[in-house]
């Protein structure tokens, strides 16, 4: 009987070093490959040891998770208690996210005191959606104090860098906003379409309803089926109604033109993965006009 104890001890010290092992041959990587695969349980059981692990990325992708519903219910408070964690390491990213929680109101009421200050922690760490937010705040006086030169020069600045949901702002707020006295659809247009050239969903809706009314060019049904195509491809249930609508003013010959047109496109602007969409835009169907308290 003495003698089976070390054996024992010697069982339970390789099984533990087994389990360590194991657990370090996952890797961000892999759990990234097999989110962008579409394996959602595997990911999230991945970006989960990960995270526990203290992984920022895979904190800041497994809060997303939480938020969309990808490979778990969606769970507001376990969302937000990863993005707090994520936050004390130090991540922009999530800092963002528990701004959106409190905007939104995701976990007890609407809180905007929290919301901006958190906005602005993020703002200060880098940002990007951030500093997008906060300028659309400030095109339009909400929450804080209406800047419209900071506001525009910030949403500029952004979009010259390749940010399409700062693009895609920039072009709504100088066709589309009420507060811009100066409406010029050529260049919102210009905006608008370089979003689109990345796939941003609430671009590819808009080129198409620009171009199906005539905004800043002829009115064109064709072109605009396309874009309208490109959108419902891509998840967006807007995109989808507006499809089926002006396929019922096409020929069947102008449909199947514009369905040529879509694949022509979609040959030569790949999709980015799967996990830079979350990171990018909102999961919703509905694609969003401003993205404007609008989880990415």
């Known amino acids: 009987m003495t003698a089976s104890r070390p054996i024992s001890a010697l069982f339970l010290i390789l099984l533990w070093a087994g389990g360590a092992l194991a657990q370090s041959t996952v890797t961000l990587s892999d759990a990234i490959s097999a989110y962008d695969k579409g394996d959602d349980a595997a990911a999230f059981a991945m970006f989960t040891d990960l995270a526990e692990q203290d992984n920022v990325r895979a904190i800041e992708i497994l809060a997303d998770m939480y938020f969309h519903g990808e490979g778990t219910p969606i769970d507001y408070a376990a969302g937000l208690k990863w993005s707090q964690r994520g936050a004390a390491l130090g991540s922009a990213e999530s800092e963002f996210d528990i701004s959106v929680v409190y905007f939104n109101g995701e976990v007890g009421p609407p809180n905007e005191e929290l919301a901006v200050e958190w906005m602005m922690k993020a703002v200060e760490h880098g940002s990007y959606k951030a500093q997008h937010m906060l300028a659309g705040l400030q095109l339009v006086g909400d929450v804080v104090p209406r800047d419209v030169v900071a506001g525009e020069a910030t949403e500029r600045r952004l979009a010259a860098l390749g940010h399409e949901r700062a693009q ?35 671009a590819l809706q808009l080129m198409g309803t620009m171009a199906q009314f005539g905004f800043g060019a002829p009115a064109d049904r064709l072109t605009a089926a396309m874009w309208y195509r490109l ?14 609508a002006v396929s019922e003013l096409l020929s069947q010959r102008e449909i199947a033109e514009a369905e ?5 496109w979609s040959t030569t602007h790949k999709p980015r993965p799967r996990h830079d969409y979350s990171q990018a835009e909102a999961a919703s169907g509905f694609c969003s006009p401003m993205g404007l308290s609008v989880r990415g």
């Open 260 to 264: 040529a047109m879509a694949d022509r």
């Open 168 to 202: 895609f702002g920039l072009g709504i707020w100088l066709a589309f906003s009420p507060f811009n006295p100066q409406i010029d659809f050529t260049e919102a247009g210009h905006w608008i379409g370089l979003a689109a050239e990345q796939r941003y969903r609430p």
């Open 231 to 244: 959108s419902a491809q891509q998840g967006c249930l807007a995109g989808a109604l507006s499809l089926k």
